[in-house]
């Protein structure tokens, strides 16, 4: 089977919600590793293509900066015919203070930063 090059991926999985007074997630390391794994397996998707985030400061803890600054950096190497993935393991919530918007992903900063 060929690879399919032109398709990229961002799993971020955060775990620690301590400080947002939520329930940790113990599998969060788990989680990019078996969707990563699903993604060169079935879709064939080159590991080079694959940018895993699980921990910026300490494992479990992704800032909400760090998962925009990778999203940026990959969006900069896309081509116009490319498709991109992002794959998030981690809590959300209904956006209380995020005017228009139904939902938020839950960084390890919070939806505020």
Do not use: W
């Amino acid at each position: 089977m060929m690879k399919n090059s032109n398709i990229y991926a961002l799993l971020v999985s955060v775990g620690d919600y301590e400080r947002l007074g939520l329930a940790n997630l113990p599998t969060y390391k788990g989680d990019p590793l078996l969707f990563g794994t699903s993604l060169m397996l079935g879709l064939q998707i080159p590991q080079d293509n694959i940018r895993m985030l699980v921990g910026d400061e300490k494992p479990g803890y992704v800032r909400a900066a760090a998962m925009a600054r990778a999203i940026a950096e990959m969006q900069a190497q896309l081509g116009s015919e490319d498709t991109f993935i992002l794959y998030f393991s981690g809590h959300g919530r209904l956006a209380e203070k995020v005017q228009m918007t139904p939902g938020v992903v839950c960084s390890k900063s919070g939806p505020e930063q």
